[in-house]
T-cell receptor, first 112, second 119 residues
């Protein structure tokens, strides 16, 4: 299985600020994705991180709010911009292996 | 658009007994993948089992097996000889088998079933 790491594992932030989450995957991964899991809810795809180009966002998510970079095959960042308490969630990075999608441990974000 | 429904928000089972978690899905596609993921309190999503829609044989992984009914669009997970470590949130997920772009690799999740294992 693929190894995926994320940092930070958790953070508490003030509203109006921004947080950048980093994701590192191993070489078995081709596609990379970012999901949001709101408290007590299921996972919702934010975007597909494309290497060297703009991410592909799902309906309801925009680049200005969630800018994503993927400068190379194994690294991606998600920024949560101009945060509000509604952004308090777990943010998970995932990577598509040959047949299975693997997940990082998640970043738990609390916005005060 | 595909949807995944888990009708059991919570389930409980006695240690060493068997429990079945339900999942139904809706799709117009004929080829796809179905997954069960486990999310313990540590929140690390762990793949439990995978089923390819073109395979009629139900997938099994040790104590975990599925009952895949393609016509009924049903994909239930059976956990045998339940252990305390099986306690977690279980998510059913769908993925298209079409390879026409990155978005077709996205997973669509159900709302999850919280499984409690009683000693």
């Amino acid at each position: 299985s693929a190894v995926i790491s994320q940092k930070p594992s958790r953070d508490i932030c003030q509203r109006g600020t921004s947080l950048t989450i980093q994701c590192q995957v191993d070489s078995q991964v081709t596609m990379m994705f970012w999901y949001r899991q709101q408290p007590g809810q299921s996972l919702t795809l934010i975007a597909t991180a494309n290497q060297g180009s703009e991410a592909t966002y799902e309906s309801g998510f925009v680049i200005d709010k969630f800018p994503i970079s993927r400068p190379n095959l194994t690294f991606s960042t998600l920024t949560v911009s101009n945060m509000s308490p509604e952004d308090s969630s777990i943010y998970l990075c995932s990577g598509q292996g040959k047949e299975t999608q693997y997940f990082g441990p998640g970043t738990r974000l609390l916005v005060l | 658009a595909q949807t995944v429904t888990q009708s059991q928000p919570e389930m409980s089972v006695q240690e060493a007994e068997t429990v079945t978690l339900s999942c139904t899905y809706d799709t117009s596609e004929s080829d796809y993948y179905l997954f069960w993921y486990k999310q313990p309190p540590s929140r690390q999503m762990i793949l439990v089992i995978r089923q390819e829609a073109y395979k009629q044989q139900n997938a099994t992984e040790n104590r975990f097996s599925v009952n895949f009914q393609k016509a009924a669009k049903s994909f239930s997970l059976k956990i045998s000889d339940s252990q305390l470590g099986d306690a977690a949130m279980y998510f059913c997920a769908y993925r298209s088998a079409l390879n026409s772009g990155g978005s077709n690799y996205k997973l669509t999740f159900g709302k999850g079933t919280l499984l409690t294992v009683n000693p």
